[in-house]
C-alpha cells in the first residue's frame, strides 16, 4: 500500500509560478510510475504529465507542454510538478497518482494507476 500527499497548491496570478511536491510512503516508491493528474470545476479528471520509475521518460499533455516539468527524487520518495507561466484555464485540484507497472510508453489513463493522493488547489488568478 502506498500513500501519498500532495503540497505546494495556493493562488497564484497569471504567468507566475508553483511547485508541487508529492511525499509517498513506502520502500518502493522508486520502482512506480508516477503521474500528475486534475480536475478543473464542472470537467473531468485529466492527464497532466507522467514520469517513468527512472525518471528517464517523461511525458505531457499538450496542454501544459512547455510549461511544466515533472521529475523524482527517489531517496526522498518525492515527485515534483514544476509548473511556470501558468494560465487561468490551469485552475484545477491537482492529483499526484502511482501505478505499480513500468509503463513504456508512459500511460495517461487514470486506469492504469492503482494509488491517488487527496489533491491540492491550485487557482490561477488573472
Known amino acids: 500500500q502506498v500513500q501519498l500527499v500532495e503540497s505546494g497548491g495556493g493562488l497564484v496570478q497569471a504567468g507566475g509560478s508553483l511547485r508541487l511536491s508529492c511525499a509517498a510512503s513506502g520502500r518502493t516508491f522508486s520502482s512506480y510510475t508516477m503521474g500528475w493528474f486534475r480536475q478543473a470545476p464542472g470537467k473531468e479528471r485529466e492527464f497532466v504529465a507522467a514520469?517513468?520509475?527512472?525518471?528517464?521518460?517523461?511525458y505531457y499533455s499538450d496542454s501544459v507542454k512547455g510549461r511544466f516539468t515533472i521529475s523524482r527524487d527517489n531517496a526522498k520518495n518525492t515527485v515534483y510538478l514544476q509548473m511556470n507561466s501558468l494560465k487561468p484555464e490551469d485552475t484545477a485540484v491537482y492529483y499526484c497518482a502511482a501505478s505499480r507497472s513500468r509503463w513504456f510508453p508512459l500511460s495517461t489513463r487514470e486506469a492504469s494507476y492503482d494509488y491517488w493522493g487527496q489533491g491540492t488547489q491550485v487557482t490561477v488568478s488573472s
Open positions: 514520469i517513468s520509475w527512472t525518471g528517464g521518460n517523461t
